[in-house]
C-alpha cells in the first residue's frame, strides 16, 4: 500500500485520483441540470485547498458561470482552531448573485457558517455550498450542504488540495492517516 511520509507523519492512499474523478461527474451533471437555462451563478473558491477541486468540476460545468477566490483559515496542524481569519479577501461583487461557496472539505463546518453569512451579509440572492468532501459525523452547523461529491469518516486526510501544515497538497489522491504504526 503507497504510504507519504509528511513533517513527522505517515499517510496511506485511502481515495484513489479515479474515485475523486468520477464523484465530480456525478456532482457536475447534477449542477449541470439545476443551473440549466438560469442565471450564470458565482462560484467562491475557498483557497488554498479547493483549487484542484475547483478547477476539475468546472472542466465538467456545462453553463455560464464566473469564479473568485477567497482564502480564509481555521487550522493549525491537524485540528481545527475555530477561528476563522481571512487572508484574502473577495473580489467579486456579489449583490443579488446566486453564489456557490466551493470548498475542499467541510467538518466542523466553521469555516462555511462564517462564509455563508458574510456572503449574504454582503447581499448574495443565495448562497450554496459545494464540498469535495463532507464529514457528517463532524458537521452539525444549520447551513445546508448542497452540493457534495463524497462523504467520509471523521479521519484527517491530505493530498488532492489538502495539506498538513502546507505539504501535501500536490498529490492526485487522498491519504488519510496512517495509524497502524507500521
Known sequence: MERIHLHDKTFRICIPHSDIQKSIEVLAAKMNKDFEGKEKP???????????????????LTFQCELSFIKVSSYAGTSSTGEI??????????????????????????????????LMDKGAGEVNVCTLLLKPEAYK????IKYVAMEIPNDFIVGY???YDELGRQYKDIYVLDTSGE
Open 161 to 163: 488540495g489538502l495539506d
Open 141 to 144: 452547523k444549520d447551513v445546508k
Open 42 to 60: 458565482l462560484f467562491v473558491s475557498v483557497l488554498n485547498g479547493s483549487f484542484m477541486f475547483t478547477s476539475d468540476l468546472l472542466k465538467n
Open 85 to 118: 481569519k481571512e487572508i484574502m479577501g473577495l473580489t467579486s461583487e456579489v449583490k443579488g448573485r446566486s453564489v456557490i461557496i466551493v470548498e475542499d472539505i467541510v467538518d466542523t463546518g466553521a469555516t462555511i457558517v462564517e462564509l455563508h453569512k458574510m
